[in-house]
């Protein structure tokens, strides 16, 4: 009977340490349950958590350093609008007397003439060109008159009165031959300052083309130049500054003459080696004096192509300052150029130079047909106002010219 009673309290114990075991399990796998579902929950959260936060959340910031501020330091200022900075740069003006906003101010001021740039570090510098067509600044578009001289300007007096009251509107560029030492009594201040560093330049060789490549550089470097017009020692204005500058800038033409001849002096300069770069067909012969475009400047002072091609291939007999540009032009940009000159001359007596003109031989008469002596195109319609400049005029002539300006050509 105590046996049956002790094997039944053992049953008992078995069962309630089975129903214990039991418990503890069901416990244990609510725990992990719940740790799972809180988990699987964190997951889910932290993904729309950003990366600095969940760093914030899960890493034991150090405590920062103690850092004590100057005493004079002042606390961030917050930026400015555009207002705000202009009161700021009055204020600067104000405190420090010639200091302020610098902005474009020293890059569209006009250069000076003399630098001490060769000619590849010209033509590099002169060649950049701003992609934006909008400027941000205020432009007055400049016809840059371009001197190729010998040495002094002789007729400058009549030029500085074609000039006087049109400051703004114009810039002068001057080439003078290196051996010229500057002695010019002649000219006036607008002249001073104003020759560009120099090559020596001989009448028919290359070295003329060069020169003008030289000028057109120097007067790119002026943001404000839009047109470019090549003049001599010994050329005149035939009209005043505005009808001239007028006549440039609505001009939708540039002017190089350029014309196709037969002959010795036309066909007969062409030299069989430029083929197949420049052709017999597309040979041209033109008059050296010239006004261009900035576009058309810009693309002749980098061209190297046809540039070394004349170089190499255009020599006495052949001039290639008759020839490179009107050929370039006519070959590039035919539908933007107006096959003619600006300047008028007199080859009716023949030979190699054109007929020069003293002071006897000034008359209101030859004044008149050089103004007004043929019919041409401007801008698709007939007109007799075809020459702006004439030349060939000597040094005697000046003060008949200066007589004449007033009532003919209307300045002075």
Not at 17 to 26: K, M, P, V, W
Not at 81 to 86: D, F, I, P, S
Not at 141 to 170: D, N, Q, T
């Amino acid at each position: 009977m105590k046996h049956e009673t002790h094997q039944n309290q053992i049953i008992s114990a078995k069962l309630f340490n089975s129903q214990r075991y039991i418990h503890s399990l069901i416990v244990y796998f609510l725990f992990f349950g719940s740790g799972l579902v809180i988990g699987i929950s964190l997951t889910f959260y932290l993904k729309d958590v950003p990366i600095t936060l969940k760093k914030k959340l899960f890493t034991i910031q150090p405590s920062p350093p103690l850092i004590v501020p100057p005493k004079s330091r002042p606390p961030p200022s917050p930026p400015l609008n555009q207002e705000q900075g202009v009161t700021m740069n009055n204020n600067i003006k104000k405190k420090i007397p010639g200091v302020g906003r610098i902005g474009l101010t020293d890059y569209i001021k006009p250069p000076e003439a003399m630098h001490d740039m060769m000619d590849d570090e010209l033509i590099w510098r002169a060649s950049m060109v701003p992609k934006a067509k909008i400027f941000p600044f205020n432009r007055t578009p400049k016809v840059a008159f371009m001197f190729l001289a010998r040495g002094s300007l002789p007729l400058a007096p009549l030029w500085e009165r074609f000039f006087k009251g049109h400051e703004g509107r114009y810039s002068i560029y001057i080439h003078s031959q290196p051996s010229f030492k500057g002695d010019a009594p002649e000219e006036g201040p607008i002249f001073h300052a104003r020759r560009v560093p120099s090559k020596r330049v001989d009448w028919g060789e290359f070295s003329m083309v060069d020169a003008e490549r030289r000028l057109l550089a120097n007067a790119l470097l002026d943001m404000s130049n839009e047109r470019f017009v090549l003049l001599s020692e010994a050329c005149i204005p035939l009209y005043n500054f505005t009808t001239i500058y007028t006549y440039i800038m609505n001009s939708t033409k540039t002017f190089v003459e350029s014309y196709d001849e037969w002959g010795p002096v036309g066909r007969g300069r062409y030299n069989s080696q430029m083929t197949p770069w420049v052709t017999i067909e597309q040979w041209r012969k033109g008059s050296q004096w010239f006004e261009l475009n900035r576009e058309i400047a810009l693309d002749m002072i980098t061209d190297q192509k046809y540039f070394n091609l004349f170089k190499d291939f255009c020599r006495p007999a052949c001039y290639s300052d008759e020839h490179y540009l009107p050929t370039f032009v006519t070959m590039r940009y035919w539908w933007k150029n107006g096959n003619r000159t600006l300047t008028w001359v007199d080859w009716t007596k023949g030979g190699p130079h054109p007929t020069k003109f003293a002071r006897t031989e000034v008359t209101r008469e030859l004044l008149h047909q050089m103004r007004t002596g043929i019919q041409c195109m401007y801008n698709g319609e007939p007109t007799s106002m075809c020459y702006l400049f004439a030349r060939k005029f000597l040094p005697s002539a000046l003060d008949r010219l200066l007589k004449f300006a007033p009532k003919v050509m209307m300045f002075g």
